[in-house]
């Protein structure tokens, strides 16, 4: 049985091409249970009609703040109480701009003000909308009030631009409202995870290591404990403290964190190496301080480090391995490549060259690829990122 089943969901339509697909979004989250209403904004009519959606929802359509009939049979107040979610797709930048301003000109703006339930937005734009500052700015407010952001994919766009703003499909909507309604998706399952950079010493004050922060690494235990998994964190050295109901070990090098990696990986059914690890350290670690030579140049002879994430997968004991590829060029290319040569379920592409993104940001664009094709996930926050693979696993196993 489906989480959705008898929720009731209010979806909003706003005005955008992408309007056509929500139609077919009523179809699916019907077909999952859930009893959908439907409110819409005035620009939204010009793209689809409300007879449309009141024949496939089986309710009567709401398009208007100010109508007495239909304030007495369901006005906005009421409309907002019975909500379990409100979910707006597709979503405007104009949407977006009302939305961060705490607009009420509207019934479907005036529902958002009066709702206690989940908001998630589903955005459509073209793609120089989406990526202007002023509507990220907007976005980052909303993501800060806890809206729930799904999507944009990006692609081919209806005004002939490429690139990111397609709402996202109205199953992967469908199944995005889903989880939210999902308690306990890897209850039962024990999940091990690696975060933050690795330090490989070079003598007793020195070392080799990254820019991982641990945010990604650490937003994935929490959302996987939140998930209900008994959820192991093998953290290199980051300021961040431990999420709760996660057990926690600290390590510092690659070698430690395989150590404490294959010590607990026992019964596994997920492991996901979010963690830097550095690939290579000094061959040796200087018992002192080394000094300054006359010397111009300085050579440090390094060796590989266990490739950690490989090793879990050859035990073949774990049911899904997940990795991360973070790569300055070419990330598709690699990020394949590292899926198929470590054997790998999934692999994370993370372009660490972009700003805002990637090592030390706060939120993250990335590709997800598995053996069923690649999906682009943007413009959430790292921890709304963790939650939405932690779905995405929660389906593999
Ligand atoms: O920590 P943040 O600041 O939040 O940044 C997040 C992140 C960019 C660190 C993270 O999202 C990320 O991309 N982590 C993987 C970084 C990395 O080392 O990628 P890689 O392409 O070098 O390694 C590929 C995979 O193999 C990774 O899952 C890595 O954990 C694993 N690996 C690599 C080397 C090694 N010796 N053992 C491993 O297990």
Known sequence: ????????????????????????????LSELG????????????EFITPLTMQALSGNPV??????????????????????????????????????????GSDLLSTVCLAAKSDLAIAPAMNQAMWGHQATQANLAQLIDRGVKVWGPAS??????????????????????AEACFDSGVLAGKKVVLTAGPTREAIDPVRYISNHSSGKMGYALARAAAEAGAQTILISGPTNLPPPADVEFIAV????QMNAAVMARI?????????????????VQCAAAKLKKTASETMSIELTKNPDIIAGVAETNQVACVIGFAAETDNLLEYARAKRVNKKLDMVIANDVSQPGIGFNSDNNNVTVIDANGETEIAGLSKYQLAKQLIQLIAQKI
């Open 62 to 103: 709401h398009t208007d703040l100010l109508d007495v009939a239909a304030e007495a049979a369901m006005g906005h107040i009421q409309l907002a109480r019975w909500a379990d979610i409100i979910i707006i797709a597709p979503c405007t930048a104009d949407f977006i701009a009302k939305l961060a301003t705490g607009e």
């Open 252 to 255: 510092e090098s690659a070698e």
């Open 1 to 28: 049985m489906s989480s959705l089943t008898n929720k009731n969901v209010l979806l909003g339509v706003t005005g955008g091409i992408a309007a056509y697909k929500s139609a077919e979004l009523i179809r699916r």
């Open 155 to 176: 692609g081919e766009q209806a005004c002939g631009d490429v690139g990111l703003g397609r709402m996202l499909e109205p199953s992967e909507i469908a199944s995005c």
């Open 34 to 45: 859930a009893d959908v209403r439907v409110v819409m904004t005035r620009a939204a009519q």
């Open 266 to 282: 026992e019964n596994a059914q997920v492991f996901i190496g979010a963690a830097a690890v550095a690939d290579y350290r000094p």
